[in-house]
């Protein structure tokens, strides 16, 4: 049974890609594009989550989920896309290898170091990835850690979300929005009570406003 299992397989490795959608790109995020009015998951990459923060320890954290995705507006956003249809994913989504110019755009953006080689489901950009690496480009050039990673971290509730503050001095909330942003909430401040802080995020505790703000962050308006 395991032979013909690996037989089939090796021929569905085999087959063709089926000639998929084409037109202008719209960008969702860093391996989703929208291509013509068609939603297509990036085949073999894998780009940081839109919410995911890159950094730590020692290093500034910074939003790399939405940077990348504005580097990949940047450069492909309103090119003319050409798809080869791969595979389909779990949410019905097309998973396709894009091509703009006859350049494959998932390989250009895991060699920029834009997104990782997602191997579990394909090996075809392992050489590129490793090449970004090495070179330190894009994300290999600060700590990040692997959407895959950050994803499985996620789901075991590892990334910690503290609402006690470490002592009775120190409860100002140092939040971090999703476009970056550091703004800190003081006790009785109108989003005090919603506002969650996150440490794996780069989300911290203050003792006072003259440590918040020389830290980078700023007064929430209410």
């Known amino acids: 049974m395991l032979r013909i299992v690996s037989v089939l397989l090796c021929l569905m490795s085999a087959l063709p890609a ?25 085949h073999g990459i894998d780009a940081p989550e839109l919410d995911q923060f890159c950094g730590g320890e020692g290093s500034p954290t910074w939003a790399c989920g939405d940077w990348v995705r504005g580097e990949v507006r940047a450069r492909y956003g309103g090119a003319w896309a050409l798809c080869d249809i791969m ?13 703009v110019d006859g350049i494959d755009l998932g390989q250009v953006l895991v060699s920029d170091g834009l997104a990782f080689a997602f ?3 394909s090996m075809d950009y392992d050489l590129a990835e490793k090449g970004a690496a090495v070179n330190d480009r894009g994300l290999h050039a600060t700590g990040v850690q692997s959407p895959a990673a950050f ?4 789901r075991r509730g590892r990334l910690s979300v503290t609402q006690e503050p470490p002592s009775a001095g120190c409860a100002i909330k ?15 401040q109108t989003w005090y009570a919603d506002t969650r802080i ?8 203050f003792c006072s406003e003259a440590e918040a703000r020389q830290a980078g962050w700023r007064k929430a308006r209410r």
């Open 174 to 188: 140092g939040n971090i929005s999703r476009d970056g942003k550091r703004i800190y909430h003081l006790p009785g």
């Open 119 to 121: 191997r579990k489901y």
């Open 198 to 205: 996150s440490e794996a995020k780069g989300e911290r505790w």
């Open 151 to 154: 994803r499985a971290s996620l």
């Open 87 to 99: 595979d389909w994913d779990r949410y019905g989504r097309v998973v396709a290898k894009c091509f």
């Open 18 to 42: 089926v000639a998929g959608p084409e037109g202008v790109i719209r960008v969702i995020d860093g391996d989703t594009i929208d291509v013509g009015g068609t939603k297509v998951r990036l």
